[in-house]
Each structure stands twice: as C-alpha cells, then as structure tokens.
C-alpha cells in the first residue's frame, strides 16, 4: 500500500485557493496519463504519485506544504 507523504503538513489559509488549484491540474494531468496507460489507480497510490509531483515541482515551500495538506483530505 502506498504512504502518503507529508501528513503533518498544514494549510495556509491564504495559499489555500491556489494550492486547490495545482491540486486540481495535477490530478488531472496524472489521472489523463493512468487512463492513457489503461491503468487501474488506488486513492493511495494517487496522493503518493500527486504528492510525488508537488514535491519536484518549483513551487516555494508554504505552497508546497500547503497543497501536501489539501492532498492529505482526499
């Protein structure tokens, strides 16, 4: 079973919108590639590949910690 990452991070309220929004083009971009693939894709493993992508993207550290929180609700 895949482990999500960061589950002791915490939201920015301010940040919060923008870090739905990176959230939201992730899920999308990850779940077009799994579909492309005719892949089947668990809820763990899905916050483990989305968290895996916030965490090599470029985003500053309180937007990263930030959506690591709001991918921990899913």
Known sequence: MAKS?????????????????????LIIELLVQVLDEKLVIERPVLRERVGNLVDLSSYDAELKETIHAVINKL
């Open 5 to 25: 990452s960061k589950t002791d991070a915490k939201i920015t309220p301010e940040r919060l919108e923008e870090a739905l929004v990176v959230r939201d083009r």
